[in-house]
Every structure is written in structure tokens, then in C-alpha cells.
């Protein structure tokens, strides 16, 4: 590790770099605040603009929108009592309160704290697993691979919405979405229905334009339009947290990073569940029990640390197995590959010196996060009252200047509406769009390790339980798969009990 | 007009239409799944001498897909065979046809952008659509808006290099 640190930081420390990382921060701290959208969104909708840059400054750029994301739903979450991301929710039943009792800037500055604690430890738990992770990840060959990818997509289709059988259906939607195109092995064309432009193949990018920004622009049908009147104003405190509270927030946010981080190992989980988790578990384990809910200092620490915590650990996975952690890491995979980076032991091997580079940047992204924080959080506040009638229209030009500069075409553009229809469709019928999105990413893994295991086992299926790495996969989903249903019956059973 | 509107759309809030999502999913994604299966033979040629051929995968996904939406479909019909109350999901018509006009608003942006060439064209369609479609009285909102419009067209043309 250490031969690499050294030229990695030379590659890290440009002003190029840190340039692109403070605009990544920023964009990802305002798109975060502001409610309705989503860190996944802004992701998508900046993806195209790294295509020209090499991979150090463009996987900078996205990892600080990442997170940054992670704090800047937080902002809202204590100003307005409206979470802007899903995974500031837990941070609001505390936040908003404090800020009510007119401790709005110690509430940010808590959340600003805990976020940053969060995300370098994070970031450090990549710099020294990661490695660890790759080296036994070269030990396995393509039927393996092929159980890791079963192994992703079981978990992803059975947490994502409510239903696992949903979840299944969704994800062989999208790995079937990624056979269009030429076959990998034979290069014979399927589904093109004589259309030459699909011969290449759906590219993922624009899909997600579709699937995942247009269809919130669609969406606005359902909410009234209008301004979220944000008074400022209330942030006329001095934001001074006492030394009483420090002690209480180490303890949470300890805790909130270590959970961050297993919660983020696993492929289909992500903050939201991270947060609430640590929540629950700080409040269990405090002495202050009856103050979590009216502005318990702990309960900001616990939920922000988590959260942020997620953002290294989910990355661990994907760097090494190509199975991302979550649907934002899912999307900066294309920018890793665009730049001929592929996930696994040759990454840290051949590719180290770019590869160390990234993780240290990590730990780098966060003490800047925590510098705009400090800094730019009122003017984070403000963007939260930005008009919806000026928003929508901005982002969808966004989303079709993405969608084109991607293969300079219209017709990627005409793909992004096509799945934006698609999603709506999804939407109403209460169908997960996550799994598909995995599907899409993990889909030619999947079949090219499928049909080359076997190929080699002359068409034998047992050579999928060939070897102990397949039987641990083996175990390893079915254990998945009996706590997704005992999580879901307990689901159903809660409501029913609380009735 | 604006009146006219708005008792239009007073009486669309009113109209719902509940949709038995699973069964409906369950039968939806069945019929999908059997299309593609028998589009497969016409849309993915295969060799004779493949041990594992195209089709293996996507055939795969579909079964395993139809597998899954029988045990929707199953699951709800035990449900309506033991009389238990099936889920519903509630479509409002006023938010399906609000939708729909978004989505036209997106399709003639696209149109226009790709049958003048010129993204800008589109782009400035979109924000002053967008700024009707909310009803906005501001001046100073479309001046903003159409501004950054063309701002964006500029950035990705000149900057980004993005011919369009």
C-alpha cells in the first residue's frame, strides 16, 4: 500500500483536482438541499461532463457531489422539516426540533460534524479493505463471478420496495434491457427489430436519464406548484455547541460510522436504511432517551454520521467486484470505465498509483465538505427556496444535453423519453426502479460469466457449485433471502400489532 | 380560460380509478415476458454449433420472470378466493393528465431540438412551456429562466465541446 501513497498524492494534489472537487462539493450540497432532488439525480444529470476528463478529477468531481449529498439533505431536514434526500429523514426528528427551539446553526454545525466524522472514516475503511477485498476477489473465476452477480442483484431486488417478487421482476427487466444489442460472445444483433443504432446497445447513462430524472420531472404532475418559504432569518443563533454536547456526539457518531460502513459493504443497501438503523441504536443505548425527537443532540450525530459513512464502504464492492453498493456508486462505475479502469485486483495492481489516488481523495472530499460547510451553509440554506417553475425546465435541459453529449446523438435522447415513459409505467404500478437500474450495470457481467462457465463445464450447470467460493455464495443468498422475508413479514406484522 | 381550467381540472381531482396493482403488475409483466419470448426466435439468430447460445440468458429472465408474476397473480387470486382485501393503488385522472402534458411538453422539446438542429431552439421551448405549465405571472422568472437556458446550451457548446 504504502509504495503507492506516495505518487498517488502527487496525482491527487493538482489544482485541477481540488478544483474539481470544491465544485463537485458545492453542486452536491445545493442539489441535496433543495427537496425533490435527489443525489442519485444530480449524479446522472453531471455524468456527461466527466466524459472529457481523465479519471482522477472526474471521479473527484462525482465523489463530491456523493458526499456532499450526504450532508446537504440536512440542510432542509432542520430548516423546513423536509427532508432533502430520503436519508436526511432521520436526521429531521431531531434537527427540525432544535432548530424550532432556535438552534438552527448548532444543528448544522452538528450535522456538518457528524457527516464529516462519518465520511473519513468511511473513506479510511476503503483505503485499508479495499485492498483486502480485491486480493480475494481475483481468486474467483467466472462461475463465482457469476454467483456475486446473483448474489447482488438477490439483495438489491429484495430491499428495494416492498415487495422481493417486485424487486426480481424489476431486476430481469433491466438485465434484460442489457441484452439489447450485440450478443457479447457471438456479436450476433438481439432485439434491435432492425434498427442499426441499437446494434451498440442501450448506453447505461442515458437510460438512467430516463429512469431516474425525467420521470421526477413527470412526477411534478402530482405535487402543487410553488416556493417552500424558507426564513433565513432563523439562523440567528451563534451555533455554539458546548462541551457537554461534544461528549454526548462522540459516542453516536462513533457508532453511526461503523454502522455506516457494514450497512454500506452490502450491495442494495444505502444510507436511509444506515441512518434510521443507527438512529434506533443510539437511542436504545442512550442515557438521554426521553430527548431523542425534541432536538436530541445524539440523534443528529447518530443519523448524520451514518449516512455519510455509507458513501466509502459502498464503494468497497464495486472497486473490487464491479457489484455496486448503491444506485449513485452504480452510475460512477461508467465513469470508471470510460476511463479504462475495470473493477478487481488489477485495479489496485496496475492500476494503484489512479486507484490510491481516488481513495485518499475521499478523506480529501470530506475535509472539504466540511470547509464549504462551515463557510457556505447559509447560501446552501437560501437554494432551498428556489421556484419549482424555474427548476423543472433547467433540469430537464440538463438531462437532454446529458443524454446527447453522451454518443452526440438525438436518438439517446429519444431513448432517455422512451424510459422515461417506461418508469412512469413502473411507477404506477409500484415497481422498484433500483433493481433495474442494477440490472442495466450488472447485466453483461452476468451473461458474459454465465455462458462462459458454461462453456467450459460443456453446458454442465453444476459447475456453478464447483468450488467453495460458490457455496459460500450459495449460503450467502439464501441467508439473504431468509432475512429479506422475515424483515418483510416482521413489516407486515408491525403495523398490525400498533393497530 | 383560466377559469375554464380550473373547473376542468376541479372535476378531473374528483375522478379516481383504483387499480389492483399486484394483480395488474403480475399480469402486465407476464404478457411482456411471453411477447419477448416469442419475438426471440425472430430477433436473435443463433448458431447450431453453440454449446450456450444468445438466447440461454434472456430466455433465463423470462422465465424467471413469469414465475414471478404467476406467484403475484397466484397470491392475489387466494386473496380474492378467501375474500381478503386485495392492494389497491388510486389513480387521480387530474395528476395523469397534468402527466401527460409534461410529457408533451418533453417530446416537442425533443422534436424541435432534433428537427432544427439547433438545442438551443428546444431549450428555450422548454423554459417558457414549463413557465405557462406553472402558470407563472413573473417577468423576471422567464428572463431568469430563459436566460440559464441558453446559458446551458452555451456551456455544453463552447466549453463542453458538445456540438449541438
Redesign the interface.
Known amino acids: 500500500m504504502l509504495q503507492h501513497i506516495v505518487p498517488a498524492s502527487g496525482l491527487l494534489f493538482t489544482l485541477q483536482n481540488i478544483l474539481w472537487i470544491n465544485i463537485g462539493v458545492f453542486i452536491g450540497a445545493v442539489f441535496a438541499a433543495i427537496p425533490g432532488l435527489t443525489v442519485i439525480l444530480c449524479v446522472i444529470l453531471f455524468l456527461?461532463?466527466t466524459y472529457?476528463m481523465s479519471a482522477i478529477p472526474g471521479m473527484m468531481f462525482l465523489l463530491g457531489i456523493y458526499c456532499a449529498g450526504g450532508y446537504g439533505g440536512s440542510v432542509s431536514a432542520i430548516l423546513i422539516n423536509t427532508p432533502g434526500t430520503p436519508h436526511a429523514a432521520a436526521t429531521m426528528l431531531d434537527g427540525h426540533p432544535m432548530s424550532k427551539a432556535g438552534r438552527t446553526k448548532a444543528a448544522l454545525k452538528i450535522a456538518l460534524y457528524a457527516s464529516t466524522f462519518g465520511g473519513v472514516f468511511s473513506a479510511l475503511a476503503l483505503l485499508f479493505l479495499g485492498p483486502q477485498v480485491a486480493k480475494l476477489a481475483a481468486q474467483l473465476g467466472t462461475p463465482e463471478y457469476f454467483m456475486v452477480c446473483v448474489f447482488g442483484l438477490t439483495i438489491i431486488a429484495g430491499v428495494s420496495g416492498k415487495?422481493m417478487?417486485?424487486g426480481?421482476?424489476a431486476a430481469?427487466?433491466g438485465?434484460?434491457i442489457s441484452?439489447i444489442g450485440a450478443?457479447p460472445?457471438?456479436s450476433?444483433?438481439?432485439?434491435?427489430?432492425g434498427i442499426n443504432r441499437l446494434y451498440l446497445g442501450l448506453d447505461v447513462a442515458v437510460c438512467l436519464i430516463g429512469l431516474f430524472a425525467?420521470v421526477e420531472?413527470?412526477?411534478?404532475?402530482?405535487s402543487k406548484?410553488g416556493e417552500l418559504h424558507m426564513d433565513t432569518r432563523k439562523m440567528r443563533d451563534n451555533g455554539t455547541i458546548t462541551r457537554e454536547e461534544y461528549k454526548r456526539m462522540a459516542r453516536p457518531t462513533l457508532l453511526g460510522s461503523l454502522i455506516g460502513v457494514m450497512v454500506g459493504i452490502i450491495p442494495g443497501t444505502g444510507a436511509s436504511e444506515a441512518s434510521w438503523f443507527s438512529y434506533s441504536q443510539a437511542k436504545n443505548m442512550s442515557k438521554h432517551k426521553e430527548e431523542f425527537g425534541h432536538g436530541s443532540v445524539e440523534g443528529i450525530a447518530a443519523a448524520e454520521s451514518a449516512n455519510n459513512a455509507v458513501t466509502g464502504a459502498t464503494l468497497i464492492p464495486l472497486l473490487t467486484l464491479g457489484i455496486p453498493g448503491d444506485g449513485t456508486v452504480a452510475i460512477m462505475l461508467s465513469a470508471l470505465m470510460i476511463n479504462g479502469l475495470n473493477p478487481g485486483l488489477t485495479l489496485f495492481t496496475t492500476q494503484g498509483d489512479i486507484m490510491y489516488a481516488i481513495m485518499l481523495g475521499l478523506v480529501l472530499v470530506n475535509i472539504f465538505m466540511l470547509i464549504q460547510g462551515k463557510l457556505l451553509t447559509p447560501l446552501f440554506a437560501k437554494v432551498v427556496s428556489i421556484?419549482?417553475?424555474?427548476l423543472?425546465?433547467?433540469i430537464?435541459?440538463?438531462c437532454?444535453?446529458g443524454a446527447?453529449?453522451v454518443n452526440?446523438n438525438?436518438f439517446d435522447?429519444?431513448v432517455a423519453?422512451v424510459f422515461?415513459?417506461l418508469a412512469?409505467v413502473l411507477r404506477?404500478?409500484?415497481?422498484p426502479p433500483v433493481p433495474i437500474l442494477l440490472g442495466l450495470v450488472l447485466g453483461r457481467t452476468?451473461?458474459t460469466n454465465?455462458?462462459r462457465a458454461?462453456?467450459i463445464s460443456?453446458?454442465n450447470p453444476k459447475i456453478f457449485f464447483s468450488s467453495i467460493y460458490c457455496w459460500v455464495f450459495v449460503g450467502l443468498i439464501v441467508l439473504a433471502v431468509g432475512a429479506i422475508i422475515r424483515g418483510k413479514l416482521n413489516e407486515k406484522k408491525r403495523p398490525a400489532q400498533e393497530e | 380560460m383560466k377559469d375554464k381550467m380550473d373547473k376542468l381540472g376541479a372535476r378531473l381531482r374528483e375522478k379516481e380509478i383504483r387499480i389492483p396493482v399486484d394483480l395488474t403488475a403480475g399480469i402486465v409483466f407476464f404478457l411482456v415476458a411471453g411477447v419477448i419470448l416469442l419475438l426471440m426466435p425472430s430477433q436473435v439468430a443463433v448458431s447450431e454449433r453453440d454449446v450456450v447460445n444468445g438466447r440461454a440468458f434472456p430466455t433465463m429472465l423470462m422465465a424467471l420472470m413469469m414465475i414471478c408474476c404467476a406467484l403475484l397473480v397466484g397470491k392475489e387470486l387466494y386473496k380474492i378466493a378467501k375474500k381478503k382485501p386485495l392492494e389497491y393503488k388510486t389513480v387521480n385522472l387530474l395528476v395523469e393528465v397534468k402527466a401527460l402534458i409534461i410529457l408533451a411538453i418533453l417530446v416537442i422539446t425533443y422534436v424541435l431540438a432534433r428537427t432544427t438542429g439547433l438545442f438551443v431552439v428546444g431549450a428555450v421551448f422548454c423554459a417558457l412551456a414549463f413557465l405557462l405549465y406553472f402558470r407563472c405571472t413573473k417577468p423576471l422568472y422567464y428572463v431568469i429562466t430563459v436566460g440559464l437556458a441558453v446559458g446551458i446550451w452555451a456551456v455544453f457548446r463552447f466549453l463542453l465541446h458538445v456540438r449541438f
Do not use: H
Not at chain 1, 428 to 431: T, W
Open positions: 456527461p461532463v472529457s415487495s417478487i417486485r426480481i421482476i430481469c427487466l438485465l434484460f441484452c450478443d460472445m457471438t450476433y444483433d438481439r432485439f434491435t427489430f425525467l420531472i413527470v412526477s411534478r404532475a402530482e406548484p421556484p419549482q417553475e424555474i423543472t425546465p433547467i430537464v435541459i440538463f437532454f444535453a446527447y453529449s452526440k438525438f435522447v429519444g423519453l422515461c415513459v412512469w404506477k404500478l409500484d415497481m452476468t451473461e454465465f455462458r458454461l462453456l460443456n453446458g
